[in-house]
């Protein structure tokens, strides 16, 4: 007994934790195993063999090739917009202090906090009211308006620590303004605008309620998925999931990568200075 409360005061951190990621991943793991099942009928819901057919032939279903395709144009083009904006607005906030700054920062979580069902609608009822058609514009500008709040908030994470002083720096070196942004502080809180973009993308091609009030005669995937799932999902569509989220675990293993050899070269180049001083 000694033993097992010995080991289960070393370990029982790791267990928990052992055990959240598999309660997170479980459904992923399900997703990525039916997308090899061969289903008697049009339902996967359970397994009645293995093929690899379906991964032959991802994007056999033309109408579900559209909605993801419109899915990532939206996604991109509003990640873009919120990072560019959540961006600037970080800047403004955190470098300036102005009359409003601080009604400006409650309005930005505003959108974070907000239930989704009741931004959609208030969305919806405001495009009524300016008599616009809602379609693929008026999804595009209601994700860049949640994906704001989210670039704001991450970007501003990364300019809380930043040393105003390498600024100073380069400009006493004859840099203006704009050359010091571009060779200083943009690469300095690149991580952070990148980890903004990604997580608005994430967002967008997520987003479901918001979307089904604005979307007007445009399907994206989330909505694809739930008008199928009354009449039965496509295999497809967890080869598709799939596919996303190897791309995603891709990109986050490509990024701890660089991370860790620019630490490590930042690392070297630290111990020659030190060594030649």
């Not at 690392?267 to 030190?274: G, Q």
Request: glycine share 8%.
């Amino acid at each position: 007994m000694r033993r097992a409360r010995r080991f289960a005061g070393h370990h029982l951190l790791t267990l928990v934790a052992l055990l959240g990621f598999i309660y997170i991943l479980a459904p992923i793991a399900v997703i990525a195993l039916f997308s090899f099942n061969d289903p008697a009928g049009k339902y996967n819901y359970t397994w009645q063999g293995f093929t690899t057919q379906y991964w032959q032939n991802p994007f056999d279903i033309p109408a579900l090739r559209d909605a993801l395709i419109t899915s990532i144009q939206i996604a991109l083009l509003a990640s873009i917009i919120a990072t560019v904006l959540g961006t600037l607005i970080s800047l403004a906030l955190v470098r300036h202090a102005f009359r409003g700054r601080g009604t400006t920062n409650l309005l930005i979580f505003l959108p974070m906090s907000t239930p989704e069902i009741v931004m959609g609608a208030s969305l919806l009822a405001l495009f009524l009211n300016l008599g616009v058609a809602t379609g693929f514009a008026t999804i595009l500008l209601a994700h860049v308006v949640f994906c704001i709040a989210f670039c704001v908030v991450t970007v501003k994470a990364r300019l809380v620590g930043f040393d105003r002083r390498l600024e100073e720096a380069a400009m006493d070196l004859g840099a203006n303004e704009v050359r010091t942004f571009l060779r200083v502080t943009l690469p300095l809180i690149l991580p952070g605008v990148g980890a903004a973009a990604l997580l608005s993308f994430a967002l967008s091609v997520d987003d479901f309620v918001i979307t089904n009030f604005t979307h007007g005669t445009v399907v994206t995937f989330p909505l694809f998925i739930w008008g199928a799932a009354r009449v039965g999902v496509p295999v497809q569509v967890n080869v598709i999931g799939t596919l996303i989220f190897l791309v995603a675990v891709g990109i986050m293993a490509i990024g701890v990568l660089v991370s860790t050899v620019r630490a490590r070269r930042d690392r070297a180049l630290a111990e020659r200075a030190a060594e030649a001083h």
